[in-house]
Protein backbone atom coordinates (compact mmCIF):
# COMPACT_ATOMS: atom_id res chain seq x y z
CA UNK A 1 0.00 0.00 0.00
CA UNK A 2 1.84 3.57 -1.04
CA UNK A 3 1.79 5.87 2.10
CA UNK A 4 0.34 8.83 1.65
CA UNK A 5 2.82 12.15 1.21
CA UNK A 6 2.85 15.21 3.18
CA UNK A 7 4.34 18.17 2.86
CA UNK A 8 5.19 19.61 5.95
CA UNK A 9 6.88 23.83 6.21
CA UNK A 10 7.80 25.76 9.32
CA UNK A 11 10.52 27.89 10.10
CA UNK A 12 11.29 26.55 13.18
CA UNK A 13 13.50 23.11 12.64
CA UNK A 14 12.68 22.07 16.32
CA UNK A 15 8.65 22.27 15.62
CA UNK A 16 9.38 20.82 12.28
CA UNK A 17 11.47 18.12 13.53
CA UNK A 18 8.69 17.04 16.11
CA UNK A 19 5.80 17.01 13.48
CA UNK A 20 8.08 14.99 10.86
CA UNK A 21 8.40 12.30 13.28
CA UNK A 22 5.03 12.25 14.51
CA UNK A 23 3.63 11.89 11.41
CA UNK A 24 6.02 9.32 9.88
CA UNK A 25 4.99 7.11 13.03
CA UNK A 26 1.20 7.63 11.74
CA UNK A 27 1.98 6.37 8.64
CA UNK A 28 2.94 9.13 6.73
CA UNK A 29 5.67 9.91 4.09
CA UNK A 30 6.78 13.10 4.71
CA UNK A 31 8.80 16.10 2.70
CA UNK A 32 9.90 19.35 5.18
CA UNK A 33 10.71 22.39 3.86
CA UNK A 34 12.01 25.17 5.70
CA UNK A 35 10.24 28.18 4.08
CA UNK A 36 7.90 29.12 1.11
CA UNK A 37 10.39 29.13 -1.07
CA UNK A 38 11.65 25.60 -0.52
CA UNK A 39 7.96 24.50 -0.58
CA UNK A 40 7.69 25.50 -4.02
CA UNK A 41 10.65 24.00 -5.14
CA UNK A 42 9.60 20.39 -3.51
CA UNK A 43 6.40 20.59 -4.64
CA UNK A 44 7.48 21.17 -7.99
CA UNK A 45 9.35 18.16 -8.01
CA UNK A 46 6.62 15.80 -6.09
CA UNK A 47 2.89 16.49 -5.48
CA UNK A 48 1.85 16.06 -2.12
CA UNK A 49 -1.60 14.53 -1.19
CA UNK A 50 -1.76 17.33 1.80
CA UNK A 51 0.26 20.68 2.75
CA UNK A 52 0.56 21.54 6.23
CA UNK A 53 2.03 25.27 6.92
CA UNK A 54 2.99 27.55 9.08
CA UNK A 55 1.46 30.88 8.63
CA UNK A 56 4.80 33.29 9.65
CA UNK A 57 8.43 32.44 7.94
CA UNK A 58 10.89 35.13 6.26
CA UNK A 59 10.32 35.41 2.45
CA UNK A 60 7.15 33.88 1.40
CA UNK A 61 4.72 33.52 4.04
CA UNK A 62 2.24 30.45 4.60
CA UNK A 63 -0.59 32.80 3.07
CA UNK A 64 1.48 33.75 -0.21
CA UNK A 65 2.42 29.82 -0.72
CA UNK A 66 -1.51 29.01 -0.37
CA UNK A 67 -2.52 31.67 -2.94
CA UNK A 68 0.13 30.52 -4.85
CA UNK A 69 -0.71 26.37 -5.23
CA UNK A 70 -4.11 27.15 -5.19
CA UNK A 71 -3.64 29.25 -8.23
CA UNK A 72 -2.24 26.41 -9.96
CA UNK A 73 -4.65 24.23 -11.87
CA UNK A 74 -2.72 21.06 -10.81
CA UNK A 75 -2.81 22.11 -7.40
CA UNK A 76 -6.12 24.00 -7.14
CA UNK A 77 -7.51 20.89 -5.41
CA UNK A 78 -4.73 20.37 -2.73
CA UNK A 79 -5.93 20.22 0.70
CA UNK A 80 -4.23 22.59 3.03
CA UNK A 81 -3.57 23.72 7.06
CA UNK A 82 -2.68 26.75 8.25
CA UNK A 83 -0.38 26.25 11.88
CA UNK A 84 -0.33 29.35 13.61
CA UNK A 85 0.38 30.99 16.78
CA UNK A 86 -1.83 34.30 15.97
CA UNK A 87 -4.95 33.92 17.40
CA UNK A 88 -7.30 36.47 16.06
CA UNK A 89 -10.38 36.34 13.49
CA UNK A 90 -9.39 38.18 10.97
CA UNK A 91 -5.89 36.15 10.30
CA UNK A 92 -8.74 32.90 10.45
CA UNK A 93 -10.99 34.54 8.26
CA UNK A 94 -7.70 35.78 5.87
CA UNK A 95 -6.82 32.04 5.58
CA UNK A 96 -10.13 30.74 4.84
CA UNK A 97 -10.72 33.17 2.01
CA UNK A 98 -7.69 31.57 0.63
CA UNK A 99 -9.32 28.43 0.27
CA UNK A 100 -7.70 26.76 3.26
CA UNK A 101 -9.93 23.52 4.56
CA UNK A 102 -8.36 24.03 8.08
CA UNK A 103 -6.44 26.07 10.65
CA UNK A 104 -4.96 24.76 13.61
CA UNK A 105 -3.65 27.29 16.63
CA UNK A 106 -0.16 26.87 18.28
CA UNK A 107 0.26 24.98 20.68
CA UNK A 108 -0.39 21.86 18.51
CA UNK A 109 -1.44 18.27 19.63
CA UNK A 110 0.11 15.39 17.63
CA UNK A 111 -3.09 13.65 18.10
CA UNK A 112 -5.10 16.48 16.65
CA UNK A 113 -3.14 17.40 13.58
CA UNK A 114 -2.61 13.30 13.11
CA UNK A 115 -6.65 13.18 13.10
CA UNK A 116 -7.32 16.44 11.28
CA UNK A 117 -4.92 14.93 8.15
CA UNK A 118 -7.00 11.48 8.09
CA UNK A 119 -10.69 13.57 7.89
CA UNK A 120 -9.26 15.85 5.01
CA UNK A 121 -7.41 13.01 3.16
CA UNK A 122 -10.66 11.17 3.58
CA UNK A 123 -13.13 13.86 2.24
CA UNK A 124 -10.31 14.36 -0.90
CA UNK A 125 -10.91 10.91 -1.86
CA UNK A 126 -14.38 10.90 -1.97
CA UNK A 127 -14.58 13.94 -4.08
CA UNK A 128 -11.97 12.46 -6.40
CA UNK A 129 -14.59 9.83 -6.46
CA UNK A 130 -17.60 11.85 -7.08
CA UNK A 131 -15.69 14.31 -10.28
CA UNK A 132 -14.68 10.53 -11.77
CA UNK A 133 -18.02 9.14 -11.27
CA UNK A 134 -19.54 12.33 -13.02
CA UNK A 135 -17.22 12.10 -15.93
CA UNK A 136 -18.17 8.04 -16.24
CA UNK A 137 -14.57 7.41 -15.28
CA UNK A 138 -14.05 4.31 -12.84
CA UNK A 139 -12.86 5.26 -9.38
CA UNK A 140 -10.03 2.84 -7.67
CA UNK A 141 -7.47 3.33 -4.98
CA UNK A 142 -6.20 1.46 -2.05
CA UNK A 143 -8.29 0.27 1.24
CA UNK A 144 -5.53 2.03 3.46
CA UNK A 145 -6.29 5.03 1.86
CA UNK A 146 -10.37 4.38 1.81
CA UNK A 147 -11.84 1.50 4.14
CA UNK A 148 -14.59 -0.30 3.31
CA UNK A 149 -16.93 1.57 5.35
CA UNK A 150 -16.03 4.48 3.83
CA UNK A 151 -16.97 3.07 0.91
CA UNK A 152 -20.15 1.76 1.49
CA UNK A 153 -21.36 5.31 3.14
CA UNK A 154 -20.66 6.68 -0.15
CA UNK A 155 -22.53 4.68 -2.22
CA UNK A 156 -25.62 5.09 0.88
CA UNK A 157 -24.94 8.91 1.06
CA UNK A 158 -25.37 9.42 -2.77
CA UNK A 159 -27.71 6.80 -3.27
CA UNK A 160 -25.49 5.28 -6.17
CA UNK A 161 -26.12 2.05 -8.23
CA UNK A 162 -23.08 0.30 -9.17
CA UNK A 163 -20.69 -2.21 -8.07
CA UNK A 164 -17.89 -2.59 -6.17
CA UNK A 165 -14.74 -4.47 -7.24
CA UNK A 166 -11.98 -5.38 -4.88
CA UNK A 167 -8.71 -7.39 -4.35
CA UNK A 168 -8.42 -8.64 -0.99
CA UNK A 169 -5.77 -11.08 -0.12
CA UNK A 170 -5.68 -11.94 -3.32
CA UNK A 171 -9.34 -13.07 -3.95
CA UNK A 172 -11.81 -11.16 -6.16
CA UNK A 173 -14.78 -9.73 -4.69
CA UNK A 174 -17.49 -8.06 -5.20
CA UNK A 175 -20.43 -5.81 -3.64
CA UNK A 176 -23.78 -4.44 -4.78
CA UNK A 177 -25.54 -1.92 -4.32
CA UNK A 178 -28.71 -0.48 -5.87
CA UNK A 179 -29.95 3.15 -4.98
CA UNK A 180 -27.62 3.33 -2.50
CA UNK A 181 -28.76 -0.06 -0.54
CA UNK A 182 -26.28 -2.70 -0.46
CA UNK A 183 -28.03 -6.10 -1.90
CA UNK A 184 -25.27 -8.36 -2.33
CA UNK A 185 -21.57 -9.38 -1.68
CA UNK A 186 -19.36 -12.13 -2.67
CA UNK A 187 -15.74 -13.15 -1.63
CA UNK A 188 -14.32 -16.26 -3.15
CA UNK A 189 -17.18 -19.17 -2.37
CA UNK A 190 -18.66 -17.30 0.30
CA UNK A 191 -22.26 -14.97 -0.17
CA UNK A 192 -24.13 -12.60 0.96
CA UNK A 193 -23.22 -11.68 4.91
CA UNK A 194 -20.40 -14.10 5.84
CA UNK A 195 -19.21 -12.63 2.61
CA UNK A 196 -19.78 -8.95 3.39
CA UNK A 197 -18.60 -9.14 7.04
CA UNK A 198 -15.66 -10.78 5.93
CA UNK A 199 -14.30 -7.49 3.85
CA UNK A 200 -15.05 -5.65 6.30
CA UNK A 201 -12.08 -7.27 8.26
CA UNK A 202 -9.79 -6.13 5.37
CA UNK A 203 -7.51 -3.57 5.71
CA UNK A 204 -4.94 -3.98 2.47
CA UNK A 205 -6.06 -4.35 -1.06
CA UNK A 206 -7.55 -2.34 -3.79
CA UNK A 207 -10.50 -1.43 -4.82
CA UNK A 208 -12.50 -0.17 -8.34
CA UNK A 209 -15.99 1.41 -8.36
CA UNK A 210 -17.79 0.94 -11.43
CA UNK A 211 -21.42 3.17 -11.32
CA UNK A 212 -24.49 2.07 -13.06
CA UNK A 213 -27.26 -0.50 -13.51
CA UNK A 214 -26.54 -4.47 -12.63
CA UNK A 215 -29.10 -7.30 -12.70
CA UNK A 216 -27.66 -9.05 -9.22
CA UNK A 217 -30.55 -10.19 -7.48
CA UNK A 218 -31.61 -8.84 -3.89
CA UNK A 219 -29.81 -11.03 -1.46
CA UNK A 220 -29.26 -9.33 1.49
CA UNK A 221 -32.86 -8.22 3.39
CA UNK A 222 -31.16 -6.13 6.37
CA UNK A 223 -30.38 -2.66 5.79
CA UNK A 224 -27.27 -0.87 5.08
CA UNK A 225 -27.00 0.56 8.38
CA UNK A 226 -28.38 -2.74 9.81
CA UNK A 227 -25.42 -4.82 8.07
CA UNK A 228 -22.66 -1.99 9.40
CA UNK A 229 -23.60 -2.14 12.95
CA UNK A 230 -23.66 -5.70 12.99
CA UNK A 231 -20.46 -5.90 11.25
CA UNK A 232 -18.94 -3.63 13.49
CA UNK A 233 -19.54 -6.20 16.42
CA UNK A 234 -18.50 -8.74 14.54
CA UNK A 235 -14.71 -7.14 14.29
CA UNK A 236 -14.80 -6.40 17.80
CA UNK A 237 -15.66 -9.73 18.75
CA UNK A 238 -12.86 -11.23 16.21
CA UNK A 239 -10.49 -9.15 17.72
CA UNK A 240 -11.61 -10.21 21.63
CA UNK A 241 -11.00 -14.15 20.35
CA UNK A 242 -7.84 -13.57 18.42
CA UNK A 243 -6.22 -12.16 21.40
CA UNK A 244 -6.72 -15.61 23.52
CA UNK A 245 -5.00 -17.08 20.35
CA UNK A 246 -1.82 -17.75 18.56
CA UNK A 247 -1.33 -15.34 15.45
CA UNK A 248 -3.37 -16.07 12.43
CA UNK A 249 -0.65 -17.74 10.57
CA UNK A 250 -0.08 -20.71 13.29
CA UNK A 251 -0.53 -23.98 11.84
CA UNK A 252 -2.02 -26.95 14.02
CA UNK A 253 -2.85 -30.12 13.73
CA UNK A 254 -5.00 -32.53 15.94
CA UNK A 255 -3.75 -34.28 18.81
CA UNK A 256 -5.46 -38.09 17.59
CA UNK A 257 -5.09 -39.59 21.31
CA UNK A 258 -6.86 -36.61 23.03
CA UNK A 259 -9.84 -36.77 20.34
CA UNK A 260 -10.04 -40.37 20.34
CA UNK A 261 -10.48 -39.58 24.43
CA UNK A 262 -12.98 -37.03 23.32
CA UNK A 263 -14.59 -38.41 20.63
CA UNK A 264 -18.16 -39.51 22.02
CA UNK A 265 -18.68 -35.41 22.94
CA UNK A 266 -17.84 -33.78 19.31
CA UNK A 267 -20.68 -33.07 17.25
CA UNK A 268 -20.84 -34.37 13.76
CA UNK A 269 -21.31 -31.25 12.59
CA UNK A 270 -17.83 -30.43 13.17
CA UNK A 271 -15.98 -33.36 10.68
CA UNK A 272 -15.56 -31.19 8.01
CA UNK A 273 -13.30 -28.63 10.21
CA UNK A 274 -11.57 -31.26 11.64
CA UNK A 275 -10.92 -32.80 8.04
CA UNK A 276 -9.17 -29.12 7.74
CA UNK A 277 -6.44 -29.90 10.22
CA UNK A 278 -3.85 -31.40 7.66
CA UNK A 279 -0.61 -29.54 9.77
CA UNK A 280 -0.17 -27.40 6.44
CA UNK A 281 -3.13 -24.69 6.56
CA UNK A 282 -2.57 -21.48 8.55
CA UNK A 283 -5.37 -20.62 10.73
CA UNK A 284 -6.62 -18.24 8.37
CA UNK A 285 -6.80 -20.25 5.64
CA UNK A 286 -8.20 -22.74 7.71
CA UNK A 287 -11.17 -20.28 8.34
CA UNK A 288 -10.98 -18.99 4.91
CA UNK A 289 -12.30 -22.81 3.62
CA UNK A 290 -14.24 -23.60 6.83
CA UNK A 291 -18.15 -24.23 5.77
CA UNK A 292 -18.90 -21.70 8.90
CA UNK A 293 -19.15 -18.27 8.96
CA UNK A 294 -15.81 -16.51 10.97
CA UNK A 295 -16.86 -16.41 14.05
CA UNK A 296 -18.34 -19.91 14.34
CA UNK A 297 -14.83 -21.45 12.70
CA UNK A 298 -12.67 -19.16 14.99
CA UNK A 299 -15.11 -20.43 18.27
CA UNK A 300 -14.90 -24.24 17.22
CA UNK A 301 -11.01 -23.60 16.71
CA UNK A 302 -10.68 -21.80 20.25
CA UNK A 303 -12.53 -24.65 22.05
CA UNK A 304 -10.37 -27.40 20.35
CA UNK A 305 -7.09 -25.16 21.27
CA UNK A 306 -7.83 -24.69 24.81
CA UNK A 307 -9.24 -28.23 25.54
CA UNK A 308 -5.81 -29.84 24.01
CA UNK A 309 -7.86 -31.68 21.10
CA UNK A 310 -5.18 -29.58 18.48
CA UNK A 311 -1.86 -28.40 18.99
CA UNK A 312 0.75 -26.22 17.27
CA UNK A 313 3.27 -27.03 14.64
CA UNK A 314 4.61 -23.94 13.37
CA UNK A 315 4.74 -21.50 10.89
CA UNK A 316 2.46 -22.62 7.63
CA UNK A 317 5.54 -24.69 5.23
CA UNK A 318 5.12 -27.65 2.89
CA UNK A 319 6.05 -30.80 4.75
CA UNK A 320 5.42 -34.32 4.73
CA UNK A 321 2.30 -35.85 5.95
CA UNK A 322 2.16 -37.96 8.69
CA UNK A 323 -1.32 -38.39 9.53
CA UNK A 324 -4.44 -39.82 7.15
CA UNK A 325 -5.67 -37.56 5.29
CA UNK A 326 -9.07 -38.83 6.00
CA UNK A 327 -9.86 -38.08 9.24
CA UNK A 328 -13.65 -39.51 9.08
CA UNK A 329 -12.00 -42.81 7.83
CA UNK A 330 -10.07 -42.66 11.52
CA UNK A 331 -12.92 -42.00 13.06
CA UNK A 332 -15.12 -44.88 11.77
CA UNK A 333 -11.95 -46.99 12.27
CA UNK A 334 -12.67 -49.53 15.38
CA UNK A 335 -11.43 -52.34 17.35
CA UNK A 336 -11.47 -55.32 15.35
CA UNK A 337 -12.42 -59.45 16.35
CA UNK A 338 -11.60 -62.99 15.04
CA UNK A 339 -9.03 -63.41 12.77
CA UNK A 340 -8.64 -59.85 11.47
CA UNK A 341 -7.09 -58.70 14.90
CA UNK A 342 -4.22 -61.12 14.16
CA UNK A 343 -0.67 -59.35 13.81
CA UNK A 344 -0.16 -58.97 10.20
CA UNK A 345 2.99 -60.60 8.70
CA UNK A 346 6.77 -59.10 10.28
CA UNK A 347 6.71 -56.72 7.10
CA UNK A 348 3.73 -54.84 7.67
CA UNK A 349 4.20 -55.28 11.23
CA UNK A 350 8.18 -53.64 11.73
CA UNK A 351 6.58 -50.93 9.08
CA UNK A 352 4.07 -49.86 11.31
CA UNK A 353 6.43 -49.60 14.63
CA UNK A 354 8.70 -47.92 12.63
CA UNK A 355 6.47 -44.91 11.50
CA UNK A 356 5.26 -45.04 15.44
CA UNK A 357 8.57 -44.44 16.31
CA UNK A 358 10.02 -42.50 13.69
CA UNK A 359 13.37 -44.43 13.77
CA UNK A 360 14.72 -46.99 11.04
CA UNK A 361 13.80 -50.20 11.05
CA UNK A 362 16.01 -53.28 12.03
CA UNK A 363 15.63 -55.95 9.88
CA UNK A 364 14.49 -59.60 10.62
CA UNK A 365 17.30 -61.96 11.51
CA UNK A 366 17.52 -64.96 9.22
CA UNK A 367 16.05 -68.42 10.57
CA UNK A 368 18.60 -70.51 12.59
CA UNK A 369 20.91 -66.86 13.74
CA UNK A 370 22.02 -66.31 16.42
CA UNK A 371 20.88 -62.83 18.28
CA UNK A 372 23.63 -60.15 18.75
CA UNK A 373 24.03 -58.36 22.36
CA UNK A 374 23.67 -54.97 20.56
CA UNK A 375 20.19 -55.93 19.59
CA UNK A 376 18.70 -56.77 22.95
CA UNK A 377 18.02 -53.78 24.99
CA UNK A 378 19.75 -53.12 28.42
CA UNK A 379 16.63 -53.99 30.47
CA UNK A 380 16.00 -57.23 29.25
CA UNK A 381 19.78 -58.53 30.62
CA UNK A 382 18.95 -61.45 31.90
CA UNK A 383 18.61 -61.52 36.23
CA UNK A 384 21.08 -62.82 38.64
CA UNK A 385 21.27 -66.20 38.61
CA UNK A 386 19.95 -67.33 34.82
CA UNK A 387 22.50 -67.55 31.67
CA UNK A 388 24.59 -64.40 30.94
CA UNK A 389 23.39 -62.02 27.81
CA UNK A 390 25.94 -63.41 25.27
CA UNK A 391 24.59 -67.18 25.44
CA UNK A 392 22.95 -68.61 22.64
CA UNK A 393 19.22 -68.18 22.17
CA UNK A 394 17.05 -70.08 19.58
CA UNK A 395 16.06 -67.37 16.62
CA UNK A 396 12.47 -66.32 16.45
CA UNK A 397 11.08 -68.25 13.27
CA UNK A 398 10.62 -66.81 9.95
CA UNK A 399 7.46 -64.47 10.14
CA UNK A 400 7.20 -64.00 13.66
CA UNK A 401 6.70 -60.92 15.37
CA UNK A 402 6.98 -59.03 18.68
CA UNK A 403 3.71 -58.06 19.63
CA UNK A 404 5.14 -56.80 22.86
CA UNK A 405 7.11 -54.04 21.39
CA UNK A 406 4.05 -52.94 19.19
CA UNK A 407 1.77 -53.02 21.89
CA UNK A 408 4.20 -50.84 23.56
CA UNK A 409 3.94 -48.52 20.69
CA UNK A 410 0.62 -48.59 19.98
CA UNK A 411 -1.87 -49.36 23.09
CA UNK A 412 -4.56 -48.35 21.80
CA UNK A 413 -4.72 -49.91 18.39
CA UNK A 414 -3.10 -53.32 18.99
CA UNK A 415 -5.54 -54.92 21.40
CA UNK A 416 -5.92 -58.57 22.39
CA UNK A 417 -8.06 -60.63 20.33
CA UNK A 418 -11.78 -60.93 20.93
CA UNK A 419 -12.43 -64.40 23.45
CA UNK A 420 -8.53 -63.96 24.65
CA UNK A 421 -7.15 -61.75 28.11
CA UNK A 422 -4.50 -59.00 27.77
CA UNK A 423 -1.09 -60.13 29.55
CA UNK A 424 -0.85 -58.25 32.64
CA UNK A 425 2.16 -56.36 32.57
CA UNK A 426 5.02 -57.34 34.61
CA UNK A 427 6.77 -55.02 37.22
CA UNK A 428 10.31 -56.73 36.15
CA UNK A 429 11.46 -56.07 32.76
CA UNK A 430 11.76 -59.68 31.24
CA UNK A 431 13.15 -60.89 28.01
CA UNK A 432 10.61 -61.74 25.29
CA UNK A 433 8.80 -64.99 24.77
CA UNK A 434 10.16 -65.27 21.39
CA UNK A 435 13.91 -65.48 22.94
CA UNK A 436 13.16 -68.62 24.71
CA UNK A 437 14.16 -69.29 28.10
CA UNK A 438 17.91 -69.87 29.29
CA UNK A 439 19.81 -72.70 29.88
CA UNK A 440 19.71 -74.16 33.50
CA UNK A 441 23.24 -73.68 35.52
CA UNK A 442 25.54 -76.77 36.53
CA UNK A 443 25.55 -77.98 39.50
Given at each position: ?????L??????P??????????????????T??S?????????????????????????????????L??????????????T??????H??????????????????I???????K?????R?????????????????????????D?????E???????????????D???????G???????G?????????????????????????H??D?????S??????????R????????E???????????D?????????E?P?????????????????????D????D??A??IV??????????????????R???P???????L???????????????????V???????????????????????Q???????????????????????A????????????????P??E????????P??????????????
Amino acid sequence: MAKQHLLLVDGDPKSLRVMEVSLKKAGFSVTTAVSGDDALQKVAISSPDLVISDTKMTGIDGYELCRRLKEDERFKNLPFIFLTAQKSVEHKLKGLELGVEDYLTKPIYIKEIVARVKILLSKREKERMERERKEGKAFSGNLGDMGVVDLVQTFEMGRKTGTMRLKVGGKDARVFFRDGKLIDAELGRLKGENAFYRLLNANEGTFELEFGPHDRDDRLQMSTQGLLMEGMRRIDEWGRMLEQLPPLSTVFEIDYQQLAERLAEIPDEINGLLRLFDGQRSLEALIDDSDFDDLAALGIVSKLFFEGLIREVGESKPHRETKPKDIEQWLLAGPKSGKESEPAPAEAAQHVAQEAAGSPGVEEPPAGAAVQEAAQPAQWSAPEGQAPADAPVEAPAAGAVDTGSLEAAHPAQWAAPEGESPAEPSTQPEAPAALGSAPPQEA
